[in-house]
C-alpha cells in the first residue's frame, strides 16, 4: 500500500482576519493546504511544527514585519518560497528585501484573483521542477554509485578469474612438458644408451637459444621439438638401435636416416606440433647441404633446427651414439667446433662455444641440493627426478606439495635409495 503525498501547503500571514479569509477564497479550488496565521510569531510557529511549500506575507504588520519574517523563513527554512503582499507605499522595502535575495516574489495590493493563483501556481510547479530534478540527480548518483561499485567487484572478479586462468594454464603447460617428457623416456628405454639423451638435447638447446635470443615462436617450439626430436625412433628395429650410426650397415643407415621424416608424420594429427614437426624433420640438416632427408642448406634450414643439430651432436658424441666411444665433455666441444660453417651453423656454434666456457653443465639458476627428509612444499625441482631405470619420475619446474613428498619419500624408503634432488625455492624459480 502506498501513502499518498502531502498536498502542497501555503501558509498565508495577515493581521486583517478579512483579509485571511479572502485568501482561503481566492485558494479555495487549487487542491492546495492553507495555513493561516495573525503576526509573524504565530506563523513561525507553525512553520516550526510542520511542512510548508511557501509563505505569503502582508508587509505591514505590528510587531515583526512581513520582510523581517521572511528574512527569518529564508535563514530557517530556504527551501520554502516567500512572497510579500504589499502597498505601493512600502516598494522601498520590499525592493530593498528582493535585493538581499529574501523574497521570491512581490504581489501588489490590491492583488488580482487569477494573477495571484497564478504566481502561486508557477511557485508550486517551479519546486516539483526542482523536486524532480534533486530526485533524478540522486538516482542517478545512486545509480553511479551502484554501477562503480558493480565495475569495481567486476575488476576484481576478472583479475582472479584471470590470475587462475594464468595458473590453470601454467600447470597445463607445465603437465603437457611433462608428459612429453615422461613418453620420451619411455621410447628411450627401448635403448639404455639413449635414456635422459632427449632431456638433455633440450636442456642445451634452451641454453643455446636464450644465448642467441632467438624469437618467441622458436624459443617455444623448440623444447618440445628437443623432447620429441627422436620420436622417429619407435619406427626402427631394437638392433638399429643398439648400433653406434658409424657403424650402421648401408641399408640400416638407410632405414636411420628416415627417423627425421617418421618423427615428422608421428606428428601430423596435432594441431600444436605444427611448429615442431619441422625442426624434427630437419635436425639432421647440414649447413652444408650434405644432411638428410632434404639436403637443405645454410639459412634453408630453419633456427631452430640448426640449434637443435648441435646440441643433439654433442650429447650423441658424450653418449658413444657415433662410433661407440663416449667423448668427455671438452672433447665432444671440439669435434662440433670442427663442424663449424660444414657441418654445422655457425653463430649456433659460437653461441654454443660461449656456453661451454661458463660449463655446459651448470644450473641456470642457483639451487639447493637436499636430501627427502628436508625438502618443504614451495621447492621447486630445478632438475629433472628420474627412476634408476630412467624413467622420468617428476620433471623440472614442478612445484612440490606435501603430499607430493610424501609420495617421494615412500619411493625412496621402497626402493632403499638415498635420495637427494637439486630444488630452487619459488622466487628463485620465477625468476
Not at 59 to 64: K, L, N, Q, S, V
Not at 70 to 99: C, F
Not at 344 to 359: N, R, S
Not at 366 to 379: C, F, I, Q, V, W
Request: charged share 20%; net charge neutral; with cysteine.
Amino acid at each position: 500500500m502506498t501513502t499518498a503525498a502531502p498536498a502542497w501547503t501555503l501558509l498565508a500571514v495577515d493581521d486583517e482576519p478579512n483579509i485571511l479569509a479572502a485568501l482561503r477564497r481566492v485558494f479555495r479550488t487549487t487542491g492546495w493546504r492553507i495555513l493561516t496565521a495573525g503576526n509573524a510569531e504565530a506563523a513561525l510557529a507553525l512553520l516550526a511544527a510542520e511542512p510548508v511549500n511557501a509563505v505569503l506575507s502582508d508587509m505591514r504588520m505590528p510587531g515583526m514585519d512581513g520582510a523581517r519574517l521572511l528574512e527569518q523563513v529564508s535563514l530557517r527554512w530556504p527551501r520554502t518560497a516567500r512572497l510579500l503582499l504589499t502597498g505601493q507605499a512600502d516598494l522601498a522595502s520590499t525592493i530593498t528585501a528582493i535585493n538581499h535575495g529574501r523574497l521570491h516574489r512581490y504581489i501588489a495590493k490590491p492583488w488580482n484573483d487569477d494573477e495571484l493563483v497564478l504566481t502561486l501556481r508557477q511557485v508550486a510547479e517551479r519546486q516539483q521542477l526542482e523536486a524532480d530534478k534533486e530526485a533524478l540527480e540522486r538516482l542517478t548518483q545512486q545509480q553511479n554509485d551502484a554501477l562503480k561499485a558493480l565495475n569495481a567487484g567486476l575488476e576484481a572478479r576478472v583479475a582472479l578469474r584471470t590470475e587462475e586462468l594464468a595458473a590453470a594454464n601454467g600447470r597445463l603447460k607445465r603437465n603437457y612438458l611433462t608428459s612429453i617428457k615422461a613418453f620420451t623416456a619411455l621410447i628411450e628405454l627401448r635403448g639404455k644408451a639413449q635414456v635422459g639423451h632427449a632431456r638433455q638435447v633440450a636442456s642445451l638447446a634452451q641454453r643455446i637459444a636464450q644465448a642467441m635470443a632467438v624469437d618467441a615462436e622458436v624459443a617455444r617450439n623448440l623444447p618440445i621439438a628437443a623432447l620429441l626430436h627422436d620420436i622417429g625412433h619407435i619406427g626402427l628395429s631394437d638392433a638399429v638401435l643398439a648400433r653406434p650410426v658409424g657403424r650402421l650397415g648401408p641399408q640400416d643407415l638407410q632405414r636411420y636416416q628416415l627417423h627425421p621424416v617418421l618423427g615428422e608424420q608421428a606428428l601430423l594429427a596435432s594441431d600444436d606440433m605444427q611448429g615442431v614437426a619441422p625442426l624434427i624433420r630437419a635436425h639432421h640438416e647440414r649447413w652444408d647441404g650434405k644432411g638428410f632427408p632434404d639436403g637443405l642448406r645454410g639459412a634453408a634450414i630453419p633456427l631452430g633446427a640448426r640449434i637443435l643439430a648441435v646440441a643433439d651432436a654433442f650429447e650423441d658424441l658424450r653418449g658413444g651414439r657415433m662410433d661407440g666411444r663416449a667423448l668427455d665433455a671438452t672433447e665432444a666441444c671440439h669435434a662440433v667446433l670442427a663442424g663449424r660453417g660444414s657441418q654445422f651453423d655457425p653463430a649456433v656454434v659460437d653461441a654454443f662455444v660461449g656456453l661451454f666456457a661458463a660449463g655446459p653443465d651448470e644450473p641456470a639458476s642457483p639451487t639447493m641440493r637436499l636430501p627427502t627428509a628436508d625438502l618443504r612444499a614451495g621447492h621447486v625441482l630445478a632438475q629433472d627426478f628420474v627412476s634408476p631405470e630412467g624413467v622420468l619420475l617428476l620433471s623440472a619446474g614442478h612445484s612440490l606439495t606435501d603430499e607430493l613428498i610424501g609420495r617421494i619419500d615412500a619411493f625412496a624408503r621402497r626402493h632403499g635409495l638415498p635420495l637427494t634432488f637439486a630444488v630452487q625455492s619459488p622466487r628463485e624459480a620465477a625468476q
